[in-house]
């Protein structure tokens, strides 16, 4: 008697369980070659091998974009580049990561920080890095850091020879700093803060003598905006005197009091200066000029 096929229908319920053990086991070889990766990459980064870490962050990216890990690898991808001073491709991946993750607060200072820094010191690009250095500023939720991008907000104004708008920035920073404990406000970072706040002043006041030479208006307008210059320089060199920006306020102090006529006390501060100044021939030149002046 031949015997019956019996053709066995597979159900519903064992379709969906078989796609599942299927997906899961998918996910789980994504997730083994997603630690696997991201753990050499941080192991060839530590010891300094920038081209594995590079290939190894660059296979986690690939395989899986959009986990944590995968978020994390462009932005440490981004980061070894910049290392290697790869400059465009470490902006392109930084402006990659700002795009796709969701980074925020401290973070996203962070990488609107690195971005700017790329922009500003190594692409030469002031008005992107202002860009950036402002959108960072709207975004800041202590006053440290709302200090920190003011300052590098004026900075960048200054380099882009808009004086009044980095005096307008470096004031507000110097308003901050001055409610912050010591040690804080007459950082290296506020001592930057008064000097070019102060060599923003000096240059204000040249402009104004230019255009008002001879007249009474320069006068009084030149007198004002110099001593603001003094006042800021005055500032950093309190706390600051044998720092670099100590050096280069007392400097800038001495010109500007030769500004308004005050030899001698330029001179004093000049010859304080020579055993100091980088560039001693800078100093004897300007001695030399002063006391002329002065009649010495």
């Keep these: 008697m031949a015997r019956k096929k019996v053709m066995l229908r597979p159900s519903v319920n064992n379709l969906l369980a078989v796609a599942a053990i299927i997906f899961i086991s998918g ?3 994504r997730t083994l070659l997603t630690d696997t990766y991201y753990r050499r990459a941080m192991k060839s980064w530590d010891r300094g091998d920038l081209r594995e870490s590079i290939n190894n962050f660059k296979k986690v990216v690939s395989v899986s974009p959009h986990s944590p890990k995968g978020q994390a690898s462009l932005f440490h991808l981004a980061e070894v580049y910049y290392q290697a001073g790869k400059y465009r491709k470490a902006l392109n991946l930084f402006e990659l990561y700002l795009d796709t993750s969701d980074a925020k607060g401290k973070e996203l200072l962070n990488v609107l920080d690195k971005i700017a820094v790329i922009y500003e010191k190594h692409l030469k690009d002031d008005q992107n890095a202002l860009r950036f250095y402002k959108r960072a500023l709207d975004l800041t939720f202590s006053k440290e850091d709302r200090i920190k991008f003011l300052v590098k907000t004026g900075k960048t104004y200054f380099s882009l020879y808009q004086f009044q708008q980095a005096v307008d920035y470096l004031e507000k920073a110097a308003g901050d700093m001055e409610t912050l404990p010591q040690k804080i406000a007459m950082s290296e970072m506020a001592q930057e803060a008064y000097y070019y706040l102060g060599l923003s002043y000096a240059i204000l006041a040249r402009d104004v003598k230019d255009r008002f030479q001879g007249g009474e ?8 905006t110099i001593d603001k210059c003094i006042e800021a320089m005055d500032k950093c060199i309190k706390f600051s005197v044998k720092t670099k920006y100590g050096v280069l306020c007392k400097f800038q102090k ?5 500004e308004i006529d005050e030899y001698d006390k330029a001179v004093d501060i000049l010859e304080d200066l020579q055993s100091s100044y980088p560039n001693k021939t800078v100093i004897e030149t300007r001695l030399d000029r002063i006391r002329g002046l002065a009649g010495r």
């Design 27 to 29: 996910c789980g070889k």
């Design 217 to 224: 208006s320069y006068i009084g307008v030149d007198r004002d």
């Design 254 to 258: 001495a010109e500007a009091l030769v």
